[in-house]
């Protein structure tokens, strides 16, 4: 995967303190941007909501292609690290939400329905992604243990602690887990509301001592709400745009929940930067989520979400959980060849 030099071989200590410096610097892999380029003003033709328009991807120019690496085709198991203070409640969305993914009982349209476009994707012998995602361990990092200022690197240590703790350690399965790092309000991530809402990659061996697939996901409440909740903030370069009302009845964390499927959604079909991309360099892939940035129904695209739900309470929400609503971006179908979701009008 990473092209080298015809040099005389160092030893095995400086090769992988040298390769971790290399990726370090190549990091992220897949960044959630949402909803756009936050130096770019809109245009006015852009907020108008029209209805009769398509705008879900381009099937034209995207070129994505297999690259014959692993998918996770096995049960997913999801173990989440709380890093920082969480709130009980906030907890108790998140969790629904995962949990949602393979309630296949959900009446339509559903988290499961959602997923059912990332399954269509396989391997080499064509088994594909696994319809099952399960709640694994937790870990709580309540006391903050490396800081509230973490770079993509201190991202890694914060797992490492997590799986070699003395109490109670993360399970360590490099096949179908998934761990997931998520940061209260109160922690700042490098590049954070400057240009991405979360990211996955996986763990170095010389820093982690696994190669793990992980995401880590922020909760942009305090930071940087109209960057990473929208559309349930709205950043100040949208003018006469009012916020959507959240389903949750928590900005932050409803914010977090589409950026969470955007990351597990990429991690099932590209866990290992060698899989499902367009674009020819693997360190910096067009993943299946990236390909839908924004776009929440039918019509979606620029500064419009598309057709989603309105609530009774006056919530919106494109899917339903378990006992729960959800406002989730939608994913590339290679199916289809065009984003869809479980709201779409047109399929």
């Not at 409640?89 to 059912?116: C, D, L, M, Y």
């Not at 700042?188 to 996901?217: E, N, R």
Request: one cysteine or more; hydrophobic letters at 35%.
């Amino acid at each position: 995967m990473w092209k080298g030099f015809s040099t005389p071989s160092p030893p095995s200590s400086v090769v992988l303190l040298s390769l971790t410096i290399v990726l370090s610097s190549l990091l992220p892999l897949a960044a959630a941007w949402r909803p756009w380029p936050q130096n770019n003003k809109m245009n006015a033709t852009d907020y108008v909501f029209e209805d009769s328009k398509k705008f879900e991807g381009s099937s034209e120019f995207v070129k994505l292609r297999y690259h014959m690496g692993p998918v996770l085709t096995s049960r997913i198991t999801v173990h989440t690290i709380w890093y920082g203070k969480w709130e009980r409640s906030q907890k108790k969305i998140i969790r629904g939400f995962i949990n949602s993914i393979s309630a296949t009982e959900v009446p339509r349209p559903s988290v499961a329905g959602w997923w059912r476009t990332v399954q269509q994707y396989t391997d080499q012998t064509r088994s594909n992604i696994s319809r099952t995602v399960q709640l694994g361990e937790e870990k709580n990092d309540r006391f903050y243990s490396h800081g509230k200022s973490l770079t993509r690197l201190t991202i890694q240590s914060v797992i490492k602690s997590a799986i070699t703790a003395t109490t109670k350690p993360l399970p360590i399965n490099p096949k179908s887990g998934l761990y997931l790092l998520l940061t209260a309000d109160d922690v700042f991530v490098q590049d954070f509301c400057t240009s991405v809402c979360g990211f996955h990659y996986f763990t170095f061996p010389s820093l982690v001592g696994y190669t793990l697939p992980y995401a880590w996901v922020g909760n942009s409440a305090k930071l940087c709400p109209g960057q990473c909740a929208y559309p349930f903030a709205v950043p100040a370069f949208i003018p006469n745009r009012k916020p959507f009302k959240s389903p949750n009845g928590d900005v932050g964390v409803d914010g977090m929940i589409s950026v969470i499927g955007h990351e597990i959604a990429e991690l099932a079909t590209n866990p290992l930067a060698n899989a499902w991309y367009a674009g020819q360099d693997p360190t910096f892939p067009v993943e299946i989520a990236d390909l839908c940035e924004g776009i929440y129904g039918t019509g979606g695209g620029g500064s419009y979400t598309g057709q989603v739900l309105d609530g009774g309470d006056g919530a919106t929400f494109n899917m339903k959980g378990i006992r729960r609503r959800f406002l989730v971006q939608w994913v590339w179908s290679h199916v289809l060849n065009f984003c869809t979701g479980p709201n779409a009008l047109d399929i």
